[in-house]
């Protein structure tokens, strides 16, 4: 079980990360954050994927991909950003805090 969920973390915290990468602009996000954005668009593309294709099909690392991309740029709009930018009024050296 721990096994698993060190796996399960690895590839939450890659896949977070190349998400994190395919926007422009830095994010001030942890390596939890990170992860934990990976393993989001890795659930919800396999829950896509399993009502469009009637659970005959597994997701794929770019389904994970592309949802992990659209958590990272709603957490960008939430905090008032872009597509380009992080958001207005964060200071990238805190970590999220606002100035």
Known sequence: MLIYLLV???EGLIIGALARLALPGRDPMSI??????????????GLVVYLISGGT???GFLAAFACSVLIVYLIRRHRGGDL???GAGMDPG???TRR
Do not use: D, K, N
């Open 8 to 10: 399960l973390f690895v």
């Open 32 to 45: 939890w954050a990170t992860a934990l954005v990976g393993i989001g668009g890795s659930l919800i593309a």
């Open 57 to 59: 099909r597994a997701p």
């Open 84 to 86: 380009t930018s992080p």
């Open 94 to 96: 805190r970590f999220g």
